[in-house]
Antibody, heavy 124, light 107 residues
Framework: QITLKESGPTLVKPTQTLTLTCTFSGFSLSTSGVGVGWIRQPPGKALEWLALIYWNDDKRYSPSLKSRLTITKDTSKNQVVLTMTNMDPVDTATYYC????????????????WGQGTLVTVSS | AIRMTQSPSSFSASTGDRVTITCRASQGISSYLAWYQQKPGKAPKLLIYAASTLQSGVPSRFSGSGSGTDFTLTISCLQSEDFATYYCQQYYSYLITFGQGTRLEIK
């Protein structure tokens, strides 16, 4: 059974750097094809994809946030870390990590399952 | 980036109704489309991938169709637990994008 859980601060100040950790079980990020993504959702708004890291350490970022995001993995700890610099109140959102989907023996870039999410508020 | 547009943004329906939600991509995405259901305070749940393949455990009243730029999610007979927000997501491009969501409310 695959599970993921996000952790990190619930409150950050404007201009600070946010660091979120996704701790997972039930799969290994050293297995070919596997990936973990980050998605966020401001209160009452739509989902927004942020970043994705693959088993081979390839990384993809949302173009609109690329300059502020860094995604890394620690395979030995079963963790993926997302950092976002220069936080602003508009970055207030629930942040989710999710496992890259798999079907027909191949992995694809849909997400299943998702972590429970963690709400991050940006306020002074 | 590929823009995903859902319609309607919200609507009301009754238990037992058949409902259809539409998702349109700004360029062709073949069948690289997923649908999610999200209930308040919960993480999204995968319903359908590859435009029409039902995720294991999802009731058969859910179905998806389409390819290229136009896609639909159909719920054949609404149940009370189906009132939620639905999102489409394209994965044709490495730059993943979601639709803005369709909120399904009880009439």
């Amino acid at each position: 059974q695959i599970t993921l859980k996000e952790s990190g601060p619930t409150l950050v100040k404007p201009t600070q750097t946010l660091t979120l950790t996704c701790t997972f079980s039930g799969f290994s990020l050293s297995t070919s094809g596997v990936g973990v993504g980050w998605i966020r959702q401001p209160p009452g708004k739509a989902l927004e994809w942020l970043a994705l890291i693959y088993w081979n350490d390839d990384k993809r970022y949302s173009p609109s946030l690329k300059s502020r995001l860094t995604i890394t993995k620690d395979t030995s700890k079963n963790q993926v870390v997302l950092t976002m610099t220069n936080m602003d109140p508009v970055d207030t959102a629930t942040y989710y990590c999710a496992h890259r989907g798999r079907a027909w023996g191949v992995q694809y870039n849909w997400f299943d399952p998702w972590g429970q999410g963690t709400l991050v508020t940006v306020s002074s | 980036a590929i823009r995903m547009t859902q319609s309607p943004s919200s609507f009301s329906a009754s238990t037992g109704d058949r409902v259809t939600i539409t998702c349109r991509a700004s360029q062709g995405i073949s069948s690289y489309l997923a649908w999610y259901q999200q209930k308040p305070g919960k993480a999204p749940k995968l319903l359908i991938y590859a435009a029409s393949t039902l995720q294991s455990g999802v009731p058969s009243r859910f179905s998806g169709s389409g390819s290229g730029t136009d896609f639909t999610l159909t719920i054949s007979c609404l149940q009370s637990e189906d009132f939620a927000t639905y999102y489409c997501q394209q994965y044709y491009s490495y730059l993943i994008t979601f639709g803005q969501g369709t909120r399904l409310e009880i009439k």
